[in-house]
């Protein structure tokens, strides 16, 4: 059985491409092909999107930057990123609202609740830019928040990998592969799904997580589509 109601995660290196920085517009093309066969089922479908790609403030804290004028800037970069996958949707005839947690009118709607779910019951895609509008959290925390407003059935967490492995598959060949795991042993065994605070929270929202390689082209609508791909967190089987 399909979802309703989706998140999608989507980290700025998602799109980056094979390039060291900035965005692949092929790479937004198809990733916004995917999205728009799932918006044209009538799935009320949800976006939000990093900007690892552009900008890094936790890196650039570390090189001595304030870290609260970091994060902010780094939210400006999410900013970027929403924008580009609206205009590569809306060129493929799918309604797209941005909404910003920091108030850019010019480009995009401020974030207010009400009117993002009322944008996704007229099925327009709605993508959540400037991460919370807070420092010091992540787009990870931003997701799992944004996904218990607007009542989300799942959060859909797109990486480079097929799922949550008990070690890292890049250097251990034997690495296992779960399909299901709790969010108490994502925490414990410190996993790195996505950020505590993120897991937490969908926990206590009983949100569940689906975990999923990006790069196989048509897992996005796989997944949507209640295809067993990647790893859940959470959910019944938690």
Not at 56 to 61: F, I, L, P, S, T
Not at 94 to 103: G, K
Not at 110 to 117: E, N, S
Not at 157 to 182: C, M, R, W
Request: with cysteine; aromatic share 6%.
């Amino acid at each position: 059985m399909s979802y309703q109601r989706v998140l999608l995660k989507l980290s700025g290196e998602a799109l980056m491409g094979s390039q060291p920085y900035g965005i692949d517009a092929t790479v937004v093309d198809e990733i916004a092909q995917e999205i728009a066969e799932v918006a044209n089922s009538n799935i009320e479908f949800a976006i939000v999107v990093g900007g690892g790609n552009i900008f890094r403030g936790v890196k650039a804290a570390s090189a001595g930057m304030d870290r609260a004028t970091a994060d902010y800037i780094g939210m400006i970069a999410t900013v970027m990123n929403a924008l580009t996958l609206q205009d590569a949707l809306e060129r493929m005839d799918v309604p797209t609202r941005v909404q910003s947690a920091i108030t850019m009118q010019q480009v995009a709607e401020p974030y207010i609740r009400r009117r993002a779910i009322r944008h996704l019951e007229k099925k327009r895609v709605v993508i959540f830019a400037a991460g919370s509008g807070n420092p010091f959290f992540t787009t990870d925390t931003t997701a799992a928040l944004r996904a218990a407003e607007i009542d989300a059935e799942v959060i859909c967490k797109a990486t480079q990998v097929d799922g949550v492995y008990d070690s890292d598959p890049h250097t251990n060949p034997n690495a296992h592969l779960f399909e299901h795991i709790s969010y108490t042993y994502v925490l414990t065994e410190d996993l790195r799904v996505m950020d505590g605070s993120a897991i937490a929270l969908c926990r206590d929202n009983s949100i569940p997580i689906v975990v999923f390689n990006l790069s196989q082209s048509g897992n996005i609508v796989r997944v949507v589509n209640g295809e067993s791909v990647g790893t859940v967190v959470g959910g019944k089987q938690s």
